[in-house]
């Protein structure tokens, strides 16, 4: 009887080595998915390591890094959603002012008409002035 125990105790000794090998491996994947910046890829590697090893000895780094990663990842989103807006208030602020650009110079064109209809009423006003005193 003691040789079979000592038996099953080596194939659990081995089989828990052998376990302890696979989680570091997993971890090792999602560390270096992490490290290459394949994010989405290392959260995926980070879930699946958690769901298979939940009670081993680096699983609290692993939720940790995996709550790191995915603010990372959110940020990110939002950051391009900033850009994105950003880009569009840029073509909004341009188009303004190329719209601005247009009326002021439709405005001097008008202003230069309002003057010179001004003079010509002037130059009416004088010519009138004329025809009258030479009735006189």
């Known amino acids: 009887m003691s040789r079979l125990a000592l038996v099953v ?7 828990c080595a052998l376990l302890g090998r696979d989680a570091a491996r997993a971890l090792a994947d999602a560390d270096a998915r992490a490290a290459e910046g394949d994010y989405p890829a290392a959260l995926a590697a980070y879930d699946a390591y958690l769901a298979k090893y939940p009670e081993a000895s680096d699983a609290a780094r692993a939720r940790a890094t995996r709550a790191v990663l995915r603010d990372l990842v959110a940020a990110r989103a939002e950051l391009g959603s900033l850009r994105e807006r950003l880009t569009a208030r840029d073509a909004e602020a341009t188009r303004q002012a190329s719209e601005l650009a247009r009326m002021r110079q439709e405005l001097a064109v008008r202003q230069a008409e309002v003057a010179r209809i001004r003079q010509d009423l002037e ?5 009138d002035l004329q025809m009258e005193r030479r009735r006189r």
């Open 9 to 15: 105790v080596l194939l659990l000794a081995t089989g």
């Open 123 to 127: 130059d009416l006003k004088r010519t």
